[in-house]
């Protein structure tokens, strides 16, 4: 498999919002520092922008039930009318 193909996998471990914004930067990053660079500093980088993309889906996960929970916690304003 090619370096580029490789890459672009490993980029799907990013939240999709992130991929839009940056994907083509990361991956041409990724490319061009690893031109020259062994097949194992290439491993070494593509497992760290998996466990980055691993990592920025947890914390999106996170953030979403915080704001769902804060939700939960406060009164509907629809609700307060009908009593």
């Not at 690893?34 to 998996?50: K, W, Y």
């Not at 914390?59 to 979403?64: F, K, L, M, P, T």
């Amino acid at each position: 498999m090619s370096r580029e193909r490789v890459a672009e996998t490993a980029l799907r471990a990013l939240p999709a919002t992130h991929r839009s914004v940056r994907g083509e930067e990361i991956l041409a990053t990724l490319l061009d520092s690893s031109a020259e660079a062994s097949p194992a500093r290439f491993a070494r980088e593509v497992a760290g922008l998996v466990r980055f993309g691993l990592r920025a889906r947890d914390a999106d996960r996170e953030h979403r039930h915080a704001a769902a929970r804060r939700g939960r916690l406060l009164p509907r304003s629809d609700a307060r009318d009908d009593a």
